[in-house]
């Protein structure tokens, strides 16, 4: 059910939804190189919910994974790792 995930996918990035959220949707369909750059803008753009990355249920699993500690690091947050 990719595409059906797309036709809601795509319209938000296009949008002004937060980063944060088009993040957590590209990592639940299993897009990672769509995750950090969601996440990027997110820093760039200052977003509201960054802060709540940590806790974040849907992200839990990217914690190993340096990209997501670069993120942590620039918000000045700690890993839950």
Known sequence: RMEEAHNVLDPINRSSFPPLYRAIGHHVLGEEDAVFPALEQG?????????????????????????????????HLPSRS
Do not use: G, I, N
């Open 43 to 75: 820093l760039e753009q200052r977003s509201d919910w960054m802060y709540s990355l940590v806790t974040q249920p849907w992200l839990l699993d990217l914690h190993d994974d340096p990209r997501f500690q670069a993120v942590l690091a620039k918000l």
